[in-house]
């Protein structure tokens, strides 16, 4: 493991240090039009260039300049979330009769693995050229009981550029104890260039016919509830603002859209197209295809005018949106989700593809 860090580090270029003196390194890739910039911190996607229909280029991801306001402030900016995506309520639940507690760092839940996920972890990179695609390999080993999670968690990730300018993520994983995973990227994503304001004009549609709502606390109720009707129905393109003001009890609860949708294809062991987001000036398009049964979307509800991003710019509520695939959140203590239960011997495997269009 010694060997292949520093071979990797080789290829990364010093992007800072952490407070134990740790060097983050930052690779950068390109090919077919998108330019990437990952962190071996957090497996961040520090920014991420796509161009629009004249050729121009614009960062769409929000991000920092340096590690220091990606260690105290960031909100999970481009970050692999790990071990479980979004919550699990009260931060418990039950594997085999085993109970099993873990992190609690959102009121009284589990958000995004615990406060100390694997977005704000190192991780070993290795950069890879393989035909017409360019990539980079992620990898850690997440300890027995890191968290509070069961298991010592083989994680490997890996970040694929293809010829024609798609982000692709593999996900794998294996356990030597039965435990629970849900692995997603918390890229933020505003078409018209990070720090440009709103994306309420961005036109989004979700192939999703249900989606679950939640308590006060964020955690779903257990229902999967119908989207027609609601401010929820993205299966017709509408723009992200057009139904956010409403007055529905959901959207009160979570200061805007942060729920799950319901995919209508379910889990599938090919990645099949899901949502597509488009800013209609720059014409820039995102693609959204996944194995995954479900799709957080975070309409940047907290970001609140407090972070200066890449571009110098202050991030204020909308000014970017999420489209996290995943396993629905609290899975483990709701029989009827979708299971997100690995036992040894089994692998955990998830693809999602980012397609760019404009
Ligand atoms: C997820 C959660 C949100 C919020 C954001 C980051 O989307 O569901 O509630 O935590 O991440 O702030």
Redo the contacts with the bound molecule.
């Keep these: 493991m010694e060997d292949r860090r520093d071979r990797a580090a080789g290829n990364g270029t010093l992007f800072g240090k952490l407070a134990d003196g740790t060097e983050v390194h930052r690779w950068a890739l390109e090919n077919g039009g998108t330019r990437l910039k990952v962190l071996d911190y957090g497996g961040v996607v520090q920014s991420l260039e796509i161009p629009d229909r004249h050729g121009h280029h614009r960062n769409v991801s929000l991000g920092f300049d340096t590690i220091e306001d990606y260690v105290a402030s960031s ?2 900016f481009g970050a692999l979330i790990g071990r479980y995506g ?1 919550r699990i309520g009260d931060g418990r639940f039950t594997l085999d009769g085993t109970p099993h507690r873990v992190d609690v760092n ?1 009121g009284a839940n589990s ?2 693995g615990g406060g100390r996920g694997f977005d704000s972890r190192m991780w070993d990179v290795e950069p890879f050229t393989q035909g017409s695609d360019v990539g980079l390999y992620l990898s850690r080993t997440s300890a027995d009981g890191e968290m509070g999670y069961p298991g010592t968690l083989e994680v490997k990730v890996t970040y694929t550029l293809t010829e024609r300018g798609d982000w692709r993520i593999d996900y794998e994983a294996t356990t030597d104890r039965t435990t629970v995973v849900n692995l997603t990227s ?1 890229v933020y994503w505003n078409l018209a260039g990070e720090g440009s304001g709103s994306v309420h004009d961005h036109e989004l549609w979700i192939a999703a016919s249900r989606y679950t709502p939640v308590d006060s606390g ?1 955690i779903p109720t257990g229902e999967l509830a119908e989207v027609a009707g609601t401010p929820f129905d993205f299966r017709r393109a509408k723009t992200v603002g057009e139904d956010l003001r409403v007055a529905h009890e959901q959207l009160l609860y979570a200061k805007g859209m ?1 729920h799950n949708w319901v995919l209508d294809k379910g889990a599938t062991a090919k990645p099949l197209p899901v949502a597509t987001l488009r800013d209609p000036v720059s014409g820039r398009t995102l693609r959204v295809s996944t194995t995954e049964p479900g799709l ?1 979307f ?1 309409s940047g509800n ?1 970001l609140d005018g407090t972070l200066v991003g890449t571009g110098g710019n202050v991030y204020r509520q909308g000014d970017a949106l ?1 489209l ?1 695939t995943q396993h629905f959140p609290d899975s483990p203590n709701k029989p009827s989700f979708p299971s997100t239960v690995l036992r040894p011997g089994q692998t955990y495997r998830s693809t999602t593809v980012h397609s760019f269009d404009r």
């Design positions: 909100p999970y979004n959102d958000l995004h918390h964020l942060d957080q975070y907290f999420c996290e």
